[in-house]
């Protein structure tokens, strides 16, 4: 993953994102997505600018099935905010940078 992206699996998920005392931004995504892949660059912008406030990462639904089954996830992208282990806001497919900043800015 660039630059200040995390990659969120399996064996990490619980660790780096439920139990992180910072808020979390999940993009749940696949390599064969088109919206997806489009969002990617906004995902990278928003790590960099929130790097020390708010971790940001990224899930491969095809790699990590079981972790978006477990939030429900039927399309993607979607991003879900994550802070004190729970599933605070989400947005479903290719949104705009500031609904995503938006999402974080509310629970600084």
């Known amino acids: 993953m660039a630059g200040n992206i995390?990659?969120?699996?399996?064996?990490?998920?619980?660790?780096?994102?439920?139990?992180s005392s910072q808020p979390v931004l999940v993009d749940f995504w696949a390599p064969w997505c088109g919206p997806c892949k489009m969002l990617g660059p906004t995902i990278e912008e928003i790590a960099n600018e929130y790097a020390g406030k708010a971790l940001?990462?990224?899930?491969?639904?095809?790699?990590?099935?079981?972790?978006?089954?477990?939030?429900?996830?039927?399309?993607i992208?979607?991003?879900?905010?994550?802070?004190?282990?729970?599933?605070?806001?989400?947005?479903?497919?290719?949104?705009?940078k500031d609904k995503l900043t938006g999402m974080i800015d509310k629970t600084l």
Do not use: M
């Open 6 to 19: 995390l990659e969120f699996t399996e064996a990490n998920f619980a660790s780096q994102v439920l139990e």
């Open 56 to 75: 940001v990462g990224k899930v491969n639904t095809d790699e990590a099935g079981s972790i978006a089954s477990q939030y429900g996830i039927q399309g």
């Open 77 to 96: 992208p979607t991003v879900i905010l994550f802070k004190g282990g729970q599933a605070v806001d989400r947005q479903v497919g290719l949104v705009k």
